[in-house]
């Protein structure tokens, strides 16, 4: 099953935040989170396993609440180099990745 | 360190013609393999999955084939195209459950 993302789009100033959530219907075993750029392969931000584990680098970060079976991805203080697609993964079994449909992400000077 | 390369960057193929992508992956041994296909503006789809040669697992029905003749290197094929197999094919790999997948750089093919 296809995770659910929200909002499907976002427009940001430079500097504001922004919060991209990710559910899905199964139970998960972890959630990853990549950022595609226009033309571009997706690119591999973070995973988070099963243990409800918040991660981040920079001022990105996402935490994993398993028994919601939700993930959020958190960007604080938004750059220009932030603008993107973003896409959560769920495991669909053994390591096959099932991504949701997408958040498209612009930040405006 | 490890890389992946994918090829061609771009295609532009009849319908009725046959296609073959490949996929190579360096710096590693025994990685998951696998094809994604996304459409202009839409998400990412599983088309196949390998765990190891000659191991294909085939996620949508379609007129597309997988093949991985070596550890190393995974081929998506089709006999005919079809003008829904237009899209941008994504090859990835990893090799812990832990880490994230990486993509190659993608092929973009135009079926007229």
């Known amino acids: 099953q296809q995770p659910v993302q929200s909002p499907q789009a976002v427009i940001l100033r430079e500097g504001e935040d922004a919060v991209i959530n990710c559910s899905s219907s199964?139970?998960?075993?972890?959630v990853h989170w990549y950022r595609q750029k226009h033309g571009e392969a997706p690119v591999f931000l973070m995973i988070l396993l099963k243990g409800g584990e918040q991660k981040g680098h920079d001022k990105i970060s996402a935490s994993f609440n398993e028994k919601k079976q939700q993930s959020s991805l958190y960007l604080t203080a938004s750059q220009l180099s932030y603008s993107g697609t973003y896409f959560c993964g769920t495991e669909k079994g053994a390591q096959k990745l099932v991504f949701g449909q997408g958040t498209r992400l612009t930040i405006n000077p | 360190s490890q890389t992946i390369h994918q090829w061609p960057a771009t295609l532009v193929q009849p319908v009725g013609s046959p296609l073959s992508l490949e996929c190579t992956v360096e710096?590693?041994?025994?990685?998951?393999l696998y094809w994604y296909r996304q459409a202009a503006g839409r998400g990412l789809q599983l088309l196949f999955y390998?765990?190891?040669?000659?191991?294909i697992s085939s996620e949508v029905p379609q007129n597309l084939s997988a093949s991985r003749p070596q550890d190393r290197q995974f081929i998506l094929s089709s006999k005919k195209l079809l003008l829904s197999d237009s899209g941008f094919y994504l090859c990835a790999w990893s090799d812990d459950r832990s880490y994230g997948y990486t993509f190659g750089s993608g092929t973009r093919l135009t079926v007229v």
């Open positions: 199964k139970a998960l075993y972890s």
């Open positions: 710096g590693t041994s025994n990685p998951n």
């Open positions: 390998s765990v190891g040669i000659g191991q």
